[in-house]
């Protein structure tokens, strides 16, 4: 078993080989020859990419300095008091809680509801006096 197989593979060779020179016979020479000349322009591209590539790494190089180190030390001191609890601001809230124009709107919503017969423009910025005086705000 040892004896045949260096025979196989010379065999194998031979068979590839043959079957590659059979197929270059079968598409010609001129067409061997465009994928030759295709092959080696790739490879000359390629090789040209990659000289171009250390040139240009070369220039884009960063020759600064290097930053200064800054060593800082950290110290804690152990306490055992509490720490003191970190106040929130109070909120702010506008005048009588609410805004001035939901004010204005629920004021316009009732003075719209209290005559069912009569058309009142909604988009009205002033009302005819009703007899109160006072703020809306």
Partial sequence: MKDIL???LVILALAVVGGVIFG?????????????????GGLALAGIIAASAL???AWRKND??????QVIREVRILDSR?????????PTQPPFGVFPELLRASYQAGRLSARPGE????EVRELPADGWDGDIT
């Fill in 24 to 40: 270059l016979w079968l598409i010609g020479r001129e067409a061997v020859m465009v994928l030759a000349g295709l092959l080696v």
């Fill in 64 to 69: 600064a300095k290097p930053i200064e180190r």
């Fill in 6 to 8: 260096p025979v196989l």
């Fill in 55 to 57: 040139p240009i790494r």
């Fill in 119 to 122: 058309a009142i423009d909604a």
């Fill in 82 to 90: 509490p720490q003191p609890v970190p106040q929130l601001p109070p």
